[in-house]
Protein backbone atom coordinates (compact mmCIF):
# COMPACT_ATOMS: atom_id res chain seq x y z
CA UNK A 1 0.00 0.00 0.00
CA UNK A 2 1.11 3.97 -0.75
CA UNK A 3 1.32 5.23 3.08
CA UNK A 4 1.56 9.46 2.96
CA UNK A 5 5.19 10.02 2.77
CA UNK A 6 5.57 12.54 5.69
CA UNK A 7 4.06 9.56 8.13
CA UNK A 8 6.81 6.98 7.19
CA UNK A 9 9.58 10.02 7.34
CA UNK A 10 7.83 10.40 11.11
CA UNK A 11 8.08 6.17 11.36
CA UNK A 12 11.65 6.02 10.40
CA UNK A 13 12.56 9.18 12.56
CA UNK A 14 11.04 7.35 15.55
CA UNK A 15 12.57 3.91 14.78
CA UNK A 16 16.21 4.57 14.95
CA UNK A 17 17.80 1.53 13.07
CA UNK A 18 19.78 1.00 15.54
CA UNK A 19 17.43 0.67 18.21
CA UNK A 20 15.31 -1.67 15.90
CA UNK A 21 18.22 -3.86 14.64
CA UNK A 22 19.23 -4.23 18.36
CA UNK A 23 16.46 -5.93 19.45
CA UNK A 24 17.78 -9.15 17.19
CA UNK A 25 21.50 -8.20 17.66
CA UNK A 26 24.03 -7.84 19.75
CA UNK A 27 26.09 -4.61 18.33
CA UNK A 28 29.35 -2.93 18.99
CA UNK A 29 30.30 0.42 18.07
CA UNK A 30 33.49 0.69 15.47
CA UNK A 31 33.74 4.43 14.54
CA UNK A 32 30.35 5.91 13.46
CA UNK A 33 29.05 2.73 12.93
CA UNK A 34 27.81 -0.55 14.64
CA UNK A 35 28.55 -4.29 13.77
CA UNK A 36 27.21 -7.52 14.87
CA UNK A 37 26.82 -11.02 13.69
CA UNK A 38 24.22 -11.36 11.26
CA UNK A 39 20.73 -12.37 11.43
CA UNK A 40 20.39 -13.65 8.14
CA UNK A 41 23.23 -16.00 7.81
CA UNK A 42 25.66 -17.88 9.92
CA UNK A 43 29.05 -16.28 10.46
CA UNK A 44 31.99 -15.99 13.73
CA UNK A 45 33.25 -12.52 12.34
CA UNK A 46 31.08 -9.71 12.73
CA UNK A 47 30.25 -8.66 8.58
CA UNK A 48 26.46 -6.96 9.78
CA UNK A 49 27.13 -3.47 9.63
CA UNK A 50 24.86 -0.85 10.95
CA UNK A 51 25.08 3.29 10.18
CA UNK A 52 22.68 5.21 12.42
CA UNK A 53 23.56 8.58 10.39
CA UNK A 54 22.49 6.68 7.32
CA UNK A 55 19.36 4.66 8.74
CA UNK A 56 20.98 1.77 6.91
CA UNK A 57 21.89 -1.71 7.92
CA UNK A 58 24.26 -4.29 5.52
CA UNK A 59 25.84 -7.60 5.57
CA UNK A 60 29.13 -7.78 3.93
CA UNK A 61 28.74 -11.67 3.99
CA UNK A 62 25.02 -12.58 2.31
CA UNK A 63 24.28 -8.61 1.53
CA UNK A 64 21.00 -8.06 2.65
CA UNK A 65 20.14 -4.63 3.50
CA UNK A 66 17.79 -1.84 3.93
CA UNK A 67 16.24 0.39 6.60
CA UNK A 68 14.14 -0.14 9.57
CA UNK A 69 11.48 -1.30 7.57
CA UNK A 70 12.64 -3.29 5.41
CA UNK A 71 14.57 -5.15 8.61
CA UNK A 72 11.38 -6.05 10.00
CA UNK A 73 9.87 -7.48 6.55
CA UNK A 74 13.24 -9.86 6.68
CA UNK A 75 13.51 -10.82 10.82
CA UNK A 76 10.13 -11.36 11.35
CA UNK A 77 9.03 -12.32 7.93
CA UNK A 78 6.42 -9.75 7.71
CA UNK A 79 4.62 -7.85 4.48
CA UNK A 80 5.96 -4.20 3.77
CA UNK A 81 2.38 -3.12 5.28
CA UNK A 82 3.09 -5.50 8.49
CA UNK A 83 6.27 -4.29 9.05
CA UNK A 84 5.54 -0.36 9.00
CA UNK A 85 2.29 -1.64 11.10
CA UNK A 86 5.04 -3.28 13.79
CA UNK A 87 7.36 -0.74 13.90
CA UNK A 88 3.97 2.33 14.16
CA UNK A 89 3.26 0.09 17.12
CA UNK A 90 6.47 0.14 18.76
CA UNK A 91 6.62 3.92 18.23
CA UNK A 92 3.24 4.41 19.64
CA UNK A 93 1.96 5.58 16.10
CA UNK A 94 -1.57 5.47 14.34
CA UNK A 95 -1.46 4.15 10.75
CA UNK A 96 -3.51 5.93 8.36
CA UNK A 97 -6.84 4.32 7.38
CA UNK A 98 -5.74 2.67 3.91
CA UNK A 99 -8.92 0.58 3.31
CA UNK A 100 -7.18 -2.06 1.19
CA UNK A 101 -4.81 -2.11 3.37
CA UNK A 102 -6.84 -2.50 6.39
CA UNK A 103 -8.89 -5.30 4.69
CA UNK A 104 -6.21 -7.75 4.11
CA UNK A 105 -5.10 -7.13 7.98
CA UNK A 106 -8.40 -7.34 9.09
CA UNK A 107 -8.14 -10.80 7.14
CA UNK A 108 -5.58 -11.87 8.33
CA UNK A 109 -6.49 -11.18 12.46
CA UNK A 110 -10.09 -12.51 11.33
CA UNK A 111 -8.46 -16.09 10.02
CA UNK A 112 -6.23 -16.08 13.29
CA UNK A 113 -9.00 -15.73 15.31
CA UNK A 114 -10.86 -18.25 13.68
CA UNK A 115 -7.61 -20.23 13.79
CA UNK A 116 -7.54 -19.81 17.69
CA UNK A 117 -11.33 -20.87 18.31
CA UNK A 118 -10.84 -23.81 15.83
CA UNK A 119 -8.17 -24.98 18.36
CA UNK A 120 -10.32 -24.19 20.97
CA UNK A 121 -13.19 -26.24 19.91
CA UNK A 122 -10.60 -29.02 19.10
CA UNK A 123 -9.80 -29.44 22.77
CA UNK A 124 -12.84 -29.18 23.83
CA UNK A 125 -14.11 -31.72 21.79
CA UNK A 126 -11.27 -34.19 22.95
CA UNK A 127 -12.79 -33.86 26.58
CA UNK A 128 -16.28 -34.75 25.53
CA UNK A 129 -17.79 -37.78 24.60
CA UNK A 130 -17.28 -37.48 20.36
CA UNK A 131 -13.50 -37.39 21.77
CA UNK A 132 -13.04 -40.61 23.58
CA UNK A 133 -11.15 -42.64 21.13
CA UNK A 134 -8.40 -39.87 20.92
CA UNK A 135 -8.64 -39.04 24.67
CA UNK A 136 -7.87 -42.85 24.76
CA UNK A 137 -5.01 -42.72 22.08
CA UNK A 138 -3.44 -40.05 23.68
CA UNK A 139 -3.29 -41.40 26.96
CA UNK A 140 -1.73 -44.79 24.95
CA UNK A 141 0.76 -43.10 23.79
CA UNK A 142 1.79 -41.62 27.23
CA UNK A 143 0.64 -38.25 26.79
CA UNK A 144 -1.04 -36.65 30.12
CA UNK A 145 -3.23 -33.76 30.22
CA UNK A 146 -0.18 -31.56 31.38
CA UNK A 147 1.08 -32.22 27.85
CA UNK A 148 -1.95 -32.00 26.09
CA UNK A 149 -2.90 -28.91 27.36
CA UNK A 150 0.98 -27.31 26.70
CA UNK A 151 0.80 -28.14 23.18
CA UNK A 152 -3.32 -27.66 23.03
CA UNK A 153 -3.99 -30.96 21.50
CA UNK A 154 -7.78 -31.60 20.62
CA UNK A 155 -9.44 -33.83 18.49
CA UNK A 156 -11.58 -33.45 15.46
CA UNK A 157 -14.72 -35.52 15.98
CA UNK A 158 -15.98 -37.80 13.28
CA UNK A 159 -18.31 -35.44 11.40
CA UNK A 160 -18.90 -33.80 8.03
CA UNK A 161 -19.69 -30.52 9.65
CA UNK A 162 -19.28 -30.17 13.28
CA UNK A 163 -16.16 -27.59 13.14
CA UNK A 164 -18.08 -25.69 10.60
CA UNK A 165 -21.33 -25.67 12.02
CA UNK A 166 -19.57 -24.28 15.46
CA UNK A 167 -17.59 -21.53 13.85
CA UNK A 168 -20.45 -20.18 11.63
CA UNK A 169 -22.54 -20.01 15.10
CA UNK A 170 -19.71 -17.84 16.05
CA UNK A 171 -19.95 -15.61 12.93
CA UNK A 172 -17.86 -16.55 10.80
CA UNK A 173 -18.36 -16.92 7.19
CA UNK A 174 -17.74 -19.68 4.67
CA UNK A 175 -15.39 -17.76 2.63
CA UNK A 176 -13.58 -17.08 6.19
CA UNK A 177 -13.61 -21.17 6.58
CA UNK A 178 -12.58 -21.90 3.08
CA UNK A 179 -9.41 -19.39 3.55
CA UNK A 180 -8.53 -20.56 6.54
CA UNK A 181 -8.06 -23.92 4.99
CA UNK A 182 -10.08 -25.78 7.67
CA UNK A 183 -12.77 -27.25 5.11
CA UNK A 184 -12.77 -28.43 2.09
CA UNK A 185 -15.07 -28.12 -0.61
CA UNK A 186 -17.24 -30.72 -2.50
CA UNK A 187 -16.99 -31.07 -6.17
CA UNK A 188 -20.59 -32.28 -6.63
CA UNK A 189 -22.37 -29.77 -5.08
CA UNK A 190 -19.97 -27.24 -3.54
CA UNK A 191 -20.97 -27.85 0.30
CA UNK A 192 -17.96 -27.19 2.58
CA UNK A 193 -17.04 -29.87 5.02
CA UNK A 194 -14.61 -30.43 8.03
CA UNK A 195 -10.95 -30.83 6.34
CA UNK A 196 -9.80 -32.65 9.31
CA UNK A 197 -12.30 -35.61 10.75
CA UNK A 198 -11.51 -37.98 13.02
CA UNK A 199 -7.89 -36.87 13.77
CA UNK A 200 -6.05 -35.95 16.78
CA UNK A 201 -5.08 -32.29 16.72
CA UNK A 202 -1.57 -30.51 16.61
CA UNK A 203 -2.37 -26.57 16.60
CA UNK A 204 0.63 -25.27 14.55
CA UNK A 205 1.69 -22.06 16.27
CA UNK A 206 3.77 -19.56 14.88
CA UNK A 207 6.71 -17.51 16.86
CA UNK A 208 4.48 -14.89 17.80
CA UNK A 209 2.01 -17.21 19.39
CA UNK A 210 -1.10 -16.97 16.80
CA UNK A 211 -2.45 -20.61 15.65
CA UNK A 212 -1.91 -20.21 11.82
CA UNK A 213 -2.85 -24.44 10.50
CA UNK A 214 -2.97 -27.84 12.00
CA UNK A 215 -1.81 -31.46 11.90
CA UNK A 216 -4.26 -33.88 12.17
CA UNK A 217 -3.48 -37.26 13.24
CA UNK A 218 -5.60 -40.04 11.73
CA UNK A 219 -7.20 -42.80 14.52
CA UNK A 220 -8.16 -45.33 11.73
CA UNK A 221 -6.44 -46.45 8.90
CA UNK A 222 -7.12 -44.04 6.77
CA UNK A 223 -4.37 -41.93 4.72
CA UNK A 224 -2.99 -39.82 5.25
CA UNK A 225 -2.01 -40.62 8.57
CA UNK A 226 -1.03 -36.86 8.95
CA UNK A 227 -2.71 -34.59 7.59
CA UNK A 228 -1.84 -30.74 7.65
CA UNK A 229 -3.28 -27.32 6.89
CA UNK A 230 -2.85 -26.15 3.03
CA UNK A 231 -0.83 -23.12 2.64
CA UNK A 232 -3.03 -19.55 3.44
CA UNK A 233 -2.28 -16.16 3.62
CA UNK A 234 -1.47 -16.68 7.53
CA UNK A 235 0.06 -20.57 6.99
CA UNK A 236 3.58 -21.08 4.70
CA UNK A 237 5.01 -24.42 5.62
CA UNK A 238 8.47 -23.44 4.61
CA UNK A 239 8.13 -20.88 6.74
CA UNK A 240 7.31 -22.23 10.19
CA UNK A 241 8.53 -24.92 12.88
CA UNK A 242 6.11 -26.81 15.26
CA UNK A 243 6.83 -26.49 18.56
CA UNK A 244 9.47 -23.85 17.84
CA UNK A 245 7.26 -21.00 20.06
CA UNK A 246 7.86 -23.41 23.23
CA UNK A 247 11.46 -24.41 22.24
CA UNK A 248 12.91 -20.54 21.27
CA UNK A 249 12.93 -20.60 25.36
CA UNK A 250 14.84 -23.54 26.15
CA UNK A 251 17.78 -23.29 28.10
CA UNK A 252 19.27 -26.06 26.60
CA UNK A 253 22.43 -24.41 24.32
CA UNK A 254 20.59 -26.78 20.58
CA UNK A 255 18.38 -27.45 19.38
CA UNK A 256 16.68 -30.74 18.36
CA UNK A 257 14.88 -31.11 14.58
CA UNK A 258 12.76 -33.99 14.52
CA UNK A 259 10.17 -35.34 11.44
CA UNK A 260 6.87 -35.64 13.79
CA UNK A 261 4.61 -34.07 15.77
CA UNK A 262 4.68 -36.94 18.24
CA UNK A 263 8.48 -37.14 18.61
CA UNK A 264 8.74 -33.60 19.25
CA UNK A 265 5.98 -33.88 21.91
CA UNK A 266 7.60 -36.83 23.57
CA UNK A 267 11.16 -34.74 23.78
CA UNK A 268 9.36 -31.98 25.44
CA UNK A 269 7.44 -34.28 27.72
CA UNK A 270 10.71 -35.79 28.77
CA UNK A 271 12.89 -32.38 29.65
CA UNK A 272 14.03 -31.68 26.09
CA UNK A 273 12.39 -28.73 25.64
CA UNK A 274 14.11 -27.82 22.87
CA UNK A 275 12.54 -30.25 19.88
CA UNK A 276 11.08 -28.33 17.13
CA UNK A 277 9.65 -30.65 13.80
CA UNK A 278 8.78 -29.58 10.52
CA UNK A 279 5.68 -29.39 9.09
CA UNK A 280 4.96 -32.53 6.59
CA UNK A 281 7.81 -31.23 4.06
CA UNK A 282 11.58 -31.20 4.10
CA UNK A 283 14.23 -29.00 5.36
CA UNK A 284 13.97 -25.24 3.78
CA UNK A 285 16.36 -23.09 3.43
CA UNK A 286 13.93 -21.07 4.97
CA UNK A 287 13.66 -23.16 8.06
CA UNK A 288 17.19 -23.34 8.29
CA UNK A 289 17.69 -19.26 8.70
CA UNK A 290 14.70 -19.67 11.12
CA UNK A 291 16.18 -21.91 13.37
CA UNK A 292 19.60 -20.21 13.20
CA UNK A 293 17.99 -17.22 14.66
CA UNK A 294 17.33 -19.09 18.03
CA UNK A 295 20.59 -21.69 18.22
CA UNK A 296 23.83 -22.32 16.92
CA UNK A 297 23.61 -25.45 17.18
CA UNK A 298 21.27 -28.19 15.76
CA UNK A 299 20.74 -31.63 16.31
CA UNK A 300 19.42 -34.18 13.68
CA UNK A 301 17.25 -37.01 14.58
CA UNK A 302 15.55 -38.04 11.58
CA UNK A 303 14.19 -41.98 10.77
CA UNK A 304 17.12 -44.74 10.37
CA UNK A 305 15.01 -45.91 7.08
CA UNK A 306 16.89 -44.62 3.45
CA UNK A 307 14.00 -41.96 3.11
CA UNK A 308 15.53 -40.63 6.51
CA UNK A 309 18.93 -41.23 5.69
CA UNK A 310 18.61 -39.20 2.37
CA UNK A 311 16.49 -36.31 4.15
CA UNK A 312 19.65 -36.13 6.96
CA UNK A 313 22.08 -35.63 3.60
CA UNK A 314 20.10 -33.32 2.43
CA UNK A 315 19.25 -30.79 5.66
CA UNK A 316 23.21 -31.00 6.63
CA UNK A 317 24.62 -27.95 4.29
CA UNK A 318 21.39 -25.93 4.26
CA UNK A 319 21.76 -25.95 7.84
CA UNK A 320 25.63 -25.26 7.68
CA UNK A 321 25.16 -22.63 4.92
CA UNK A 322 22.90 -20.84 7.76
CA UNK A 323 25.71 -21.12 10.34
CA UNK A 324 25.10 -23.70 12.35
CA UNK A 325 27.17 -26.36 13.85
CA UNK A 326 25.08 -29.69 12.80
CA UNK A 327 25.37 -33.30 14.82
CA UNK A 328 23.38 -36.25 14.02
CA UNK A 329 22.25 -38.50 16.29
CA UNK A 330 21.03 -41.93 15.29
CA UNK A 331 18.71 -44.18 16.72
CA UNK A 332 19.21 -47.66 18.86
CA UNK A 333 17.29 -50.41 19.30
CA UNK A 334 14.31 -47.75 18.65
CA UNK A 335 13.03 -46.94 15.24
CA UNK A 336 12.09 -43.02 16.47
CA UNK A 337 12.38 -40.75 20.00
CA UNK A 338 9.20 -41.54 21.24
CA UNK A 339 9.55 -45.27 21.48
CA UNK A 340 13.09 -44.59 22.25
CA UNK A 341 11.93 -42.18 25.41
CA UNK A 342 9.53 -44.74 26.66
CA UNK A 343 11.64 -47.99 26.71
CA UNK A 344 14.69 -46.35 27.95
CA UNK A 345 14.01 -43.17 29.58
CA UNK A 346 15.35 -39.21 29.56
CA UNK A 347 18.44 -40.23 30.81
CA UNK A 348 20.12 -42.87 28.76
CA UNK A 349 18.81 -40.45 25.85
CA UNK A 350 20.44 -37.54 26.87
CA UNK A 351 23.47 -40.11 26.85
CA UNK A 352 22.74 -40.74 23.24
CA UNK A 353 22.77 -37.14 22.95
CA UNK A 354 26.32 -36.76 24.02
CA UNK A 355 27.15 -39.39 21.64
CA UNK A 356 25.70 -38.17 18.56
CA UNK A 357 28.24 -37.54 15.88
CA UNK A 358 29.47 -34.71 13.99
CA UNK A 359 27.91 -34.47 10.52
CA UNK A 360 31.71 -35.26 8.98
CA UNK A 361 31.97 -38.79 11.05
CA UNK A 362 28.20 -39.11 10.14
CA UNK A 363 28.50 -38.56 6.24
CA UNK A 364 32.30 -40.81 6.28
CA UNK A 365 29.78 -43.88 7.80
CA UNK A 366 27.67 -43.09 5.44
CA UNK A 367 29.93 -43.83 2.57
CA UNK A 368 31.59 -46.78 4.29
CA UNK A 369 28.26 -48.71 4.88
CA UNK A 370 28.21 -48.20 0.76
CA UNK A 371 31.17 -50.63 0.38
CA UNK A 372 32.16 -53.96 1.50
CA UNK A 373 35.94 -53.60 3.01
CA UNK A 374 36.65 -57.13 2.54
CA UNK A 375 36.73 -56.85 -0.76
CA UNK A 376 39.91 -54.85 -2.44
CA UNK A 377 37.99 -53.19 -5.22
CA UNK A 378 35.44 -52.35 -2.76
CA UNK A 379 37.98 -50.88 -0.75
CA UNK A 380 39.42 -48.90 -3.42
CA UNK A 381 36.97 -46.92 -4.13
CA UNK A 382 35.86 -46.15 -0.83
CA UNK A 383 39.21 -44.83 -0.39
CA UNK A 384 38.66 -42.47 -3.47
CA UNK A 385 35.00 -41.14 -2.24
CA UNK A 386 36.00 -40.47 1.66
CA UNK A 387 39.16 -39.03 -0.24
CA UNK A 388 36.76 -36.82 -2.27
CA UNK A 389 34.92 -35.92 1.00
CA UNK A 390 37.73 -35.30 3.21
CA UNK A 391 39.40 -32.98 0.45
CA UNK A 392 35.97 -30.75 0.81
CA UNK A 393 36.68 -30.45 4.49
CA UNK A 394 37.74 -26.59 5.48
CA UNK A 395 40.74 -26.74 7.05
CA UNK A 396 43.92 -29.16 7.26
CA UNK A 397 43.36 -30.20 10.74
CA UNK A 398 40.16 -31.70 9.95
CA UNK A 399 41.65 -33.32 6.64
CA UNK A 400 44.85 -34.86 8.98
CA UNK A 401 42.49 -36.35 11.59
CA UNK A 402 39.76 -37.98 9.16
CA UNK A 403 42.30 -39.07 6.96
CA UNK A 404 44.06 -41.09 9.94
CA UNK A 405 40.29 -42.83 10.29
CA UNK A 406 39.63 -43.28 7.05
CA UNK A 407 43.12 -45.02 6.82
CA UNK A 408 42.77 -47.24 9.85
CA UNK A 409 39.26 -48.22 8.55
CA UNK A 410 40.56 -49.14 4.72
CA UNK A 411 43.97 -50.94 6.50
CA UNK A 412 46.26 -48.28 4.38
CA UNK A 413 48.83 -45.95 6.00
CA UNK A 414 48.32 -42.51 6.74
CA UNK A 415 50.79 -41.87 3.84
CA UNK A 416 49.16 -43.19 0.99
CA UNK A 417 45.74 -41.91 2.78
CA UNK A 418 47.08 -38.56 2.53
CA UNK A 419 48.28 -38.49 -1.15
CA UNK A 420 44.70 -39.33 -2.38
CA UNK A 421 43.18 -36.51 -0.28
CA UNK A 422 45.85 -34.42 -1.63
CA UNK A 423 45.37 -35.28 -5.08
CA UNK A 424 41.23 -34.65 -4.37
CA UNK A 425 42.31 -31.31 -2.56
CA UNK A 426 44.40 -30.42 -5.81
CA UNK A 427 41.66 -31.09 -7.92
CA UNK A 428 39.18 -29.49 -6.04
CA UNK A 429 41.24 -26.16 -6.22
CA UNK A 430 41.65 -26.56 -10.14
CA UNK A 431 37.71 -26.79 -10.41
CA UNK A 432 37.25 -23.70 -8.20
CA UNK A 433 40.23 -21.66 -10.41
CA UNK A 434 38.66 -22.32 -13.40
CA UNK A 435 35.34 -21.58 -12.43
CA UNK A 436 36.40 -17.97 -11.36
CA UNK A 437 38.43 -17.71 -14.09
CA UNK A 438 35.17 -18.52 -16.24
CA UNK A 439 33.37 -15.41 -13.77
CA UNK A 440 37.07 -13.24 -14.51
CA UNK A 441 36.72 -13.73 -18.21
CA UNK A 442 32.94 -12.57 -18.70
CA UNK A 443 33.23 -9.31 -16.68
CA UNK A 444 29.58 -7.96 -17.92
CA UNK A 445 28.36 -10.97 -16.03
CA UNK A 446 30.09 -10.46 -13.05
CA UNK A 447 28.34 -6.82 -12.82
CA UNK A 448 24.61 -8.69 -12.85
CA UNK A 449 23.11 -8.73 -9.80
CA UNK A 450 23.20 -12.03 -8.10
CA UNK A 451 19.58 -11.90 -7.56
CA UNK A 452 17.86 -13.65 -10.67
CA UNK A 453 14.70 -11.96 -10.32
CA UNK A 454 16.85 -8.31 -11.07
CA UNK A 455 18.73 -8.66 -14.43
CA UNK A 456 20.34 -5.93 -15.95
CA UNK A 457 19.43 -6.00 -20.36
CA UNK A 458 22.03 -2.67 -20.60
CA UNK A 459 24.73 -3.27 -18.21
CA UNK A 460 26.41 0.44 -19.81
CA UNK A 461 23.25 2.28 -18.72
CA UNK A 462 22.32 0.54 -15.39
CA UNK A 463 25.81 1.10 -14.28
CA UNK A 464 24.94 4.93 -14.99
CA UNK A 465 21.83 4.13 -13.38
CA UNK A 466 22.97 2.71 -10.35
CA UNK A 467 25.33 5.61 -10.28
CA UNK A 468 22.55 7.97 -9.73
CA UNK A 469 20.77 6.19 -7.63
CA UNK A 470 23.41 6.50 -5.15
CA UNK A 471 24.80 9.83 -6.24
CA UNK A 472 21.00 11.04 -4.78
CA UNK A 473 20.97 9.41 -1.96
CA UNK A 474 24.29 11.06 -0.91
CA UNK A 475 23.15 14.11 -2.20
CA UNK A 476 19.98 14.41 -2.71
CA UNK A 477 20.51 18.35 -3.90
CA UNK A 478 22.07 16.47 -7.83
CA UNK A 479 18.75 15.25 -8.65
CA UNK A 480 18.41 19.08 -9.78
CA UNK A 481 20.55 17.83 -12.32
CA UNK A 482 18.57 15.63 -13.98
CA UNK A 483 15.01 17.64 -14.37
CA UNK A 484 15.00 16.34 -18.02
CA UNK A 485 15.45 12.55 -17.06
CA UNK A 486 12.13 9.94 -16.85
CA UNK A 487 11.98 6.53 -16.09
CA UNK A 488 11.01 5.22 -19.04
CA UNK A 489 14.81 5.75 -20.20
CA UNK A 490 15.82 3.71 -17.61
CA UNK A 491 16.82 0.23 -18.97
CA UNK A 492 16.05 -1.25 -15.25
CA UNK A 493 12.59 -1.17 -14.33
CA UNK A 494 13.87 -1.31 -10.67
CA UNK A 495 16.13 1.26 -10.66
CA UNK A 496 13.75 3.49 -13.15
CA UNK A 497 11.35 3.36 -10.08
CA UNK A 498 13.49 4.10 -7.04
CA UNK A 499 14.70 6.99 -9.37
CA UNK A 500 11.04 8.21 -9.56
CA UNK A 501 10.61 8.00 -5.78
CA UNK A 502 13.38 9.69 -4.92
CA UNK A 503 12.73 12.61 -7.80
CA UNK A 504 9.42 12.77 -6.17
CA UNK A 505 10.54 13.20 -2.41
CA UNK A 506 13.32 15.10 -2.82
CA UNK A 507 10.40 17.70 -4.92
CA UNK A 508 8.52 18.14 -2.31
CA UNK A 509 10.89 18.60 0.18
CA UNK A 510 10.61 15.49 1.96
CA UNK A 511 13.55 13.19 3.20
CA UNK A 512 15.40 11.30 0.40
CA UNK A 513 16.98 8.22 2.04
CA UNK A 514 17.04 4.16 1.76
CA UNK A 515 15.05 3.64 4.57
CA UNK A 516 11.59 5.36 3.73
CA UNK A 517 11.55 3.50 0.03
CA UNK A 518 8.78 1.28 -0.39
CA UNK A 519 7.29 -1.21 -2.84
CA UNK A 520 10.17 -3.08 -2.72
CA UNK A 521 11.26 -6.86 -2.05
CA UNK A 522 13.65 -7.83 0.01
CA UNK A 523 15.86 -8.61 -2.83
CA UNK A 524 15.33 -5.63 -4.45
CA UNK A 525 16.01 -3.53 -1.20
CA UNK A 526 19.02 -5.30 -0.28
CA UNK A 527 20.73 -4.51 -3.88
CA UNK A 528 19.76 -0.79 -4.03
CA UNK A 529 21.52 -0.78 -0.12
CA UNK A 530 24.29 -2.93 -1.99
CA UNK A 531 24.45 0.11 -4.71
CA UNK A 532 24.59 2.53 -2.11
CA UNK A 533 27.50 0.92 -0.16
CA UNK A 534 29.60 0.65 -3.10
CA UNK A 535 29.79 3.95 -4.14
CA UNK A 536 33.40 4.90 -3.69
CA UNK A 537 33.77 7.50 -6.11
CA UNK A 538 33.38 11.80 -6.15
CA UNK A 539 29.79 12.68 -5.76
CA UNK A 540 30.09 15.84 -8.12
CA UNK A 541 27.83 17.84 -10.33
CA UNK A 542 30.37 16.76 -13.43
CA UNK A 543 29.68 13.04 -12.44
CA UNK A 544 26.18 13.17 -12.30
CA UNK A 545 25.68 15.24 -15.83
CA UNK A 546 27.92 12.40 -17.09
CA UNK A 547 25.63 9.77 -16.10
CA UNK A 548 22.46 11.35 -17.23
CA UNK A 549 23.91 12.13 -20.93
CA UNK A 550 24.82 8.09 -20.66
CA UNK A 551 21.18 7.02 -19.60
CA UNK A 552 19.79 9.39 -22.12
CA UNK A 553 22.53 7.93 -25.45
CA UNK A 554 21.81 4.56 -24.40
CA UNK A 555 17.41 4.70 -24.72
CA UNK A 556 17.73 6.87 -28.03
CA UNK A 557 20.35 3.62 -29.25
CA UNK A 558 17.78 1.29 -28.14
CA UNK A 559 15.27 2.82 -29.70
CA UNK A 560 17.51 3.19 -33.09
CA UNK A 561 17.90 -0.41 -32.76
CA UNK A 562 14.45 -1.51 -32.06
CA UNK A 563 13.38 0.58 -35.49
CA UNK A 564 16.44 -1.00 -37.12
CA UNK A 565 14.67 -4.47 -36.61
CA UNK A 566 11.38 -3.98 -37.46
CA UNK A 567 12.93 -2.49 -40.52
CA UNK A 568 14.97 -5.76 -41.41
CA UNK A 569 12.04 -7.60 -40.02
CA UNK A 570 10.12 -5.87 -42.77
CA UNK A 571 12.81 -6.06 -45.33
CA UNK A 572 13.00 -10.05 -44.89
CA UNK A 573 8.97 -10.24 -44.91
CA UNK A 574 8.98 -8.08 -48.18
CA UNK A 575 12.04 -10.73 -49.93
CA UNK A 576 9.86 -13.86 -49.11
CA UNK A 577 7.05 -12.62 -50.59
CA UNK A 578 8.53 -10.97 -53.60
CA UNK A 579 7.28 -7.62 -52.99
CA UNK A 580 9.33 -4.80 -54.68
CA UNK A 581 9.82 -1.23 -53.47
Not at 251 to 279: N, R, T, W
Not at 455 to 475: G, H, P
Amino acid sequence: MAFPPSFLDELVARNPIEDVVGQYVSLKRSGSNLFGLCPFHGEKTASFSVAPDKGIYYCFGCHKGGGSINFMMEIEGLSYPDAVRALAKRAGMTVPEDEQYQSRYRQQERLWALSKEAARFYVAQLYAPAGAEGLAYARRRGMPKSTLTRFGIGFAPNEWTAMTDAMRAKGYTDEELKESGLVSVSQKNGRIYDRFRNRLMFPIIDVRGNVIGFGGRVMDNSTPKYLNSPETIIFNKRKNLFALNLAKKTKLPYLILVEGYMDAVALHQYGFDCAVASLGTSLTEEHAVLLSRYTENVVLIYDGDEAGQRATRRAIPMLEKAGLQVKVLQMRDAKDPDEYLKKFGADKFKNLLEESSNRVEYQLNAIRKKYDLREDEQRVKFIGEAAEFISSLGNAVQREVYGHRVADAAKISYDAMKIEVNKAYKRRIAREKKRQEKIDLAPAQALQPKARSIRYDNIKSAMAEETIIAMALKEPALLDEAQDLKEEEFSSGLLGSVYVQLRSRHDQGLDVSLGVLSDLTGEEMSHITGIYQRQQGPVSEQAFRDCVRTIHAEHQASKVDSADDLMALRNRYKERKGIKG
